[in-house]
């Protein structure tokens, strides 16, 4: 095992070694039920390398103290370290440090733009304009902005091949839509939404875009300024970090016209009991001791995909999607959701005869992990009229073998099941 930061690579050079790649991640050589472990739950929360578990390993062992308050050694050391992690995440969305606010996650990021930006600006009869593939995180708060506004929300909805209608979309944004909510990457589809075309109708129209990152940002180049949104939200876990990490990035003109949305250390300039001065964006958004240790593997993450070059993560995951998506279909009975052209390596399915429940359970005593139930994402899965199904989601780091080992395990589950 390499502990080592590895060095950055163009994207133009050579691919990786995928074989030696997954030596970095120690969790994948475990078995699960004496059978060796094959992970297809990274779309759930993905796995990590000994880069990032040494980082924050090395953080408590070494230099563990509260960020942006001591004065002595280790703070500092700790101070740079956590805003060295921002700078990086920056760099890697192609976005200024001054406009990404670290958070817990897409969830925490979602809801800050809610409380934050629509809850004092929506009002009776406006819309906000959200798919019918999103994920509950950007839903939910959409729904209580709009309970307490008096806005409503509006559903784009999607074809059966689970890509966007574009048309219906752009027929639904009318003068009421004040805000559109999108994911870059559905999480059960795997659908890839083209979201700087999206983000350019809709800003024709004034409307603010938030997308929703999760699921892109670890699978391929993501360049938010391109993208041409007013908010762009991410997580760290599903990209080789900790878990309880993530980041909003939002243009400079919101961050300062928005109020903090929690009160604490860290946010403000000055207090008194006359009244309080708040910091700058994006500190005003980060109010008590963040995830530090996190945030310090968060920047290693960002250095190791990186270092593999993220064309070249996303070619093999496309390379190991074909592969998948070929076998799968040689099965009888086997039904896919999501088969939109663009689409990362996620694959919804269903067995015919069998409830989703049951062949994840089963998979799993094959040492097979995959998600089952309904992915966060009730209204999706309502569109389809199933009350579950299967997800297996792949990362750079599964192979080959995994897959035909995945394809002998269900054949004989399925068998089980008939
Ligand atoms: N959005 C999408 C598309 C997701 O897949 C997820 C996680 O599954 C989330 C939002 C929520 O992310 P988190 O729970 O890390 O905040």
């Known amino acids: 095992m390499n502990l080592s930061t590895p060095r950055p690579q163009a994207d133009t050079g ?19 039920h004496g059978k060796p472990l094959v992970y297809f739950d990274n779309a759930n929360t993905g796995q990590k390398p000994v880069q990032v578990i040494g980082a924050v390993d090395e953080f408590y062992r070494r230099y563990n103290a509260n960020v942006s308050r001591a004065v002595h050694a280790l703070g500092t050391e700790a101070t740079d370290a956590y805003e060295g992690a921002r700078t990086k995440l920056a760099r890697f969305l192609n976005v200024r440090a001054s ?37 509950h995180a950007n839903i939910v708060p959409w729904q209580l902005v709009a309970e307490r506004t008096g806005a409503s929300v509006r559903v784009a909805e999607i074809s059966p091949d689970g890509s966007l209608d574009l048309d219906a979309l752009r027929r639904a944004m009318t003068a009421e839509v004040k805000l559109l909510a999108v994911a870059h990457v559905s999480n059960v589809l795997g659908t890839v939404n083209p979201v700087r075309e999206i983000c ?18 670890p699978h391929r180049k993501v360049d938010v300024a391109a993208i041409g949104c007013d908010f762009y939200a991410i997580t760290g876990h599903k990209m080789c970090g900790p878990t309880g990490t993530g980041a909003l990035w939002a243009r400079r003109e919101h961050l300062d016209a928005m109020p903090p949305f929690l009160g604490g250390g860290e946010m403000i300039k000055e207090v008194s009991f006359e009244g ?67 689409k990362a390596a996620v694959v919804s399915f269903l067995v015919e005869g069998a409830h989703a429940h049951d062949l994840a359970t089963l998979l799993d005593l094959e040492g097979v992990a995959i998600r089952s139930g309904q992915h966060c994402a009730h209204p ?31 054949n004989k589950v399925r068998k089980l099941l008939g």
């Open 14 to 32: 050579a691919a990786p070694d995928w074989d030696r790649v997954r030596q970095d991640f120690p969790l994948l050589m475990r078995e699960v």
């Open 99 to 135: 406009e990404l606010v670290l958070c817990s996650g897409t969830t925490f990021a979602l809801n800050l733009v809610a409380y934050s930006w629509a809850l004092p600006r929506l009002k009776a009869g406006d819309v906000i304009l959200v798919s019918r593939m999103e994920h």
């Open 200 to 217: 350019r109708e809709a800003r024709k129209r004034g409307i603010i875009t938030v997308v929703d990152g999760s699921q892109a940002v």
């Open 276 to 342: 309080t001065v708040f910091n700058e964006a994006p500190h005003k958004f980060e109010a008590g001791t963040p995830n530090i240790a996190g945030f310090i593997g968060l920047g290693v993450a960002v250095d190791y995909l990186e270092s593999l070059g993220l064309a070249h993560v996303e070619a093999r995951e496309a390379e190991l999607l074909a592969h998948f998506t070929e076998e799968l279909q040689k099965i009888d009975g086997l039904r896919i959701f999501g088969t939109a052209p663009d």
């Open 380 to 410: 999706l899965l309502q569109y389809y009229g199933v009350a579950a199904t299967c997800r297996a989601s792949l990362a750079f780091y599964n192979t080959h073998e995994e897959i035909e080992r995945f394809i002998v395990a269900l």
